[in-house]
């Protein structure tokens, strides 16, 4: 059974950097079927995609994150990584990784449905 | 980027009634690439439907899902206790970027 396990501080000051890894255990990430995503959802609101990575290397972002957001992939130690520079308050929330399905396009593949979620981590943005 | 509109907000069903989720976008969708997922709380998101119309590994034939274009339907047959819970639509027939509807709320009424 595919298992995805969220790590990383709970607590991030204000202008700093927010870091969280994915750990997979019960797959491979090196699976040329799937992307690996993370998602976010604020206290009581909805979800936010903010990007995903295949295994290769290859990255789609949210444009309204993307010129602070960085995800990347470790093979070798089956992990995935998020980070998310110069955060502000609007950046607390729950935050998940997740097995996306591949979605093919016409001209290009990318993330689709997300058939597995980590349990989510709550990360609060406080001096 | 496509924005997707919910509706109703809430809504209201006694178990054993029918539940009819709206989901629109303000543009078409390509290849019917929707998804529906459930959220209970302090639970991460359940996938229930893809490509539209089909069921997740799993998930009970009460719950289809339908529409093309710009306009998708989650449908629930006969409501079970367990159903309460807040439904999401997710377009990923453009992307990046990928994006969620605001949830539909469905309670006890």
């Known amino acids: 059974q595919l298992q995805l396990q969220e790590s990383g501080p709970g607590l991030v000051k204000p202008s700093e950097t927010l870091s969280l890894t994915c750990t997979v255990s019960?797959?491979?990430?090196?699976?040329?079927?799937?992307?690996w995503g993370w998602i976010r959802q604020p206290p009581g609101k909805g979800l936010e995609w903010i990007g995903s990575i295949y295994y290769s290397g290859s990255t789609y972002y949210n444009p309204s994150l993307k010129s602070r957001v960085t995800i990347s992939v470790d093979t070798s130690k089956n992990q995935f990584s998020l980070k998310l520079s110069s955060v502000t308050a609007a950046d607390t929330a729950v935050y998940y990784c997740?097995?996306?399905?591949?979605?093919?396009?016409?001209?290009?593949?990318?993330?689709?449905?997300?058939?597995?979620w980590g349990q989510g981590t709550l990360v609060t943005v406080s001096s | 980027e496509i924005v997707l509109t919910q509706s109703p907000g809430t809504l209201s069903l006694s178990p054993g009634e029918r539940a009819t989720l709206s989901c629109r976008a303000s543009?078409?969708?390509?290849?019917?690439?929707l998804a529906w997922y459930q959220q209970k709380p302090g639970q991460a998101p359940r996938l229930l439907i893809y490509g539209a119309s089909s069921r997740a590994t799993g998930i009970p034939d009460r719950f289809s899902g339908s529409g093309s274009g710009t306009d998708f339907t989650l449908t629930i047959s006969r409501l079970e206790p367990e159903d309460f819970a807040v439904y999401y639509c997710q377009q990923y027939g453009s992307s990046p970027p990928e994006t969620f509807g605001p949830g539909t709320k469905v309670d006890i009424k």
């Open positions: 019960g797959g491979s990430i090196s699976s040329s079927s799937y992307y």
């Open positions: 543009q078409s969708v390509s290849s019917s690439y």
């Open positions: 997740a097995r996306q399905d591949r979605a093919r396009h016409y001209y290009y593949d990318s993330s689709g449905h997300i058939g597995y």
